[in-house]
């Protein structure tokens, strides 16, 4: 008999909860994550930001995205690896870029007709994420694809500057993080920007 996976669990509820809020709290959700990043200093300087397609009531990001190419910024998506199993390349992302379902229905630009940029040039990358903590705990789908590509910056303080980003519903006391598990500078929600660590 296999014991149950608490994570699994846990996964459930939150995915329940960010499912739970209606399409105008969602908009007004990223909205308010939009006001929020731009105060931040790091985000305003960044020239390469990677985002991602919400879907399963994550947060939204593209009015991020419009608020970059705005400002005329890079955007980039990520792409499952044509080579590398469980493993992301990331890929321009503009207004006119043309997206296609991965094979987990993912939309994705294609990698053979887009600029590909290297995950450590990458200055600021905006991740989904389930659950969340306030020392930069991350729960993810389980797949490991973000602590995959990104297991050259464990320990590191350096770029890219990873930033979780959910609703405020997500926020969890503590997560018990995986030796593996890539941690967040910070988590950007409805309601403020986190910086992992402090109160």
Same mark, same amino acid.
């Given at each position: ?63 991020? +995205?419009?608020?970059?190419? !705005?400002?005329? &910024?890079?955007?980039? @998506?990520?792409?499952? *690896?044509?080579?590398? %199993? ?64 990104? +297991?050259?910056?464990?320990? !590191?303080?350096? &770029?890219?500057?990873? @930033?979780?980003?959910? *609703?405020?519903?997500? %926020? ?28």
């Amino acid at each position: 008999m296999t014991t149950p996976d608490p994570r699994q669990a846990l996964r459930k509820e939150l995915r329940a909860r960010r499912n739970a809020l209606n399409p105008t709290q969602q908009e007004a959700a990223a909205a308010w994550a939009l006001r929020h990043l731009m105060k931040s200093p790091k985000f305003l300087r960044a020239q390469h930001v990677a985002l991602y397609i919400a879907a399963d009531g994550e947060l939204n990001p593209h009015p991020v +995205a419009e608020q970059l190419w !705005k400002m005329g &910024k890079h955007c980039y @998506l990520p792409v499952l *690896h044509p080579r590398i %199993e469980g493993q992301l390349w990331f890929v321009e992302y503009t207004p006119t870029t043309e997206l296609k379902p991965n094979r987990f229905g993912i939309p994705e630009p294609d990698h053979r007709l887009e600029r590909k940029f290297a995950a450590n040039l990458l200055d600021v990358v905006l991740l989904p994420l389930v659950g969340f903590d306030r020392k930069g705990g991350r729960l993810g789908m389980g797949g490991g694809f973000y602590d995959r590509t990104f +297991a050259f910056h464990k320990g !590191k303080q350096t &770029k890219p500057y990873l @930033l979780g980003m959910a *609703h405020a519903c997500q %926020e969890v006391d503590s997560l018990e993080m995986a030796d593996w598990d890539i941690p967040l500078f910070g988590i950007v929600t409805d309601k403020e920007l986190i910086l992992a660590g402090k109160k």
